[in-house]
């Protein structure tokens, strides 16, 4: 019996811990999986990527990207920047899903409200001004825009220089067919390829080419800035993924302190700034300094009074507006919606 009563003590012992080893695996196990969902939770607030479609200009953004700063801000995001040439191009990849952030002009931005294209604008980059301009070449004999007849003249379609071209025209009361005026649509790359085979007279165009066709014997006939006087306004602005602003709000809230800052940089040391800057536009440091005098650069303190709000828009929204209506008059897009549209295509909310 004694032997019995032993075994039986052994038995339940023996029971008891393996009882207890799997009470304690299963703990561990939840709370392994507890720590697991948490972490998860917490990764969900940033994006393992994020896809920035860029253009080559003197801007903020340029600078930002030249001097590391959004890796600086986000060193376990990989940030991936994919160039492209003009704002058409990225309203293409924005449709297609491919960027989550874009820089356009004014036009392109117009067009991809108008259009529906599933991003909203988050950011001022610029004041267009002697950045974009009509260059021709010397020996043209071209020194008017009255000169242009039956001349050939280059310049990307849907941009913020096209939307200039054809407003200088407007202006002097310059019909194309009247004068036989040729414009061609070519990406910034073809048209300086084009003016060096001297297949074109002029171009207007932005920086860095528009400095480019100026050392390869061109001038200036008339700028933005010229026109910008007249009431003919083009900008550079950011525009984000509708999708990735709602589900990743605090990083573009941290990608607009990564803009200012670059701009602040600039303004103070405006210098190493265009060092930095040559690199990306392919100009010596003095001729890119040049350029990045040649725009107005905005900060986030700035923002305010272009993107307003729903009870009272701001000069963006008017802006897009004006060149909503001036494209449908050329026939670039069918109808221009309504200023209150527009002003729903800026994420004023940023700037309170």
Known sequence: MALKRNVNSIFIILLFSIFSLLSGCYSQSASSQKAGSSASASNSSVPKEIRLGYQVSPNGELLAKALGLLEKKYPNIHIRWIKFDSG??????MASGSIDFGLVGTPP?????????????????DIIGESEALVVKKDSGISSLKDLKNKKIATTFSSTSHYSLLGALKEEKID???NNITLLDMQPPDIYAAWKRGDIDGAYIWQPVQTKLIDDG????ISSKDLAKKGIVTGEFG????????KYPEIVKGYISVLNQAVHYYRSKPVES?????KELGLSPEESLKTMRQIIWLDASQQKEYFGDAKKPGKLAKILKDTGDFMVKQKNIP????LATYQKGLLSNLYK
Do not use: Q, W
């Open 335 to 338: 109808s221009s919606p309504s």
């Open 274 to 278: 265009s060092k930095v800057l040559s």
């Open 176 to 178: 194309l067919k009247k």
């Open 109 to 125: 931005g117009s067009i991809g409200i108008a259009s529906g294209l599933p991003y909203k604008i988050y950011y001022l980059h």
């Open 239 to 246: 525009i984000v993924n509708k999708d990735f602003a709602g």
């Open 218 to 221: 061109g001038k200036v006939i």
């Open 88 to 93: 058409r191009d990225i309203n293409n990849a």
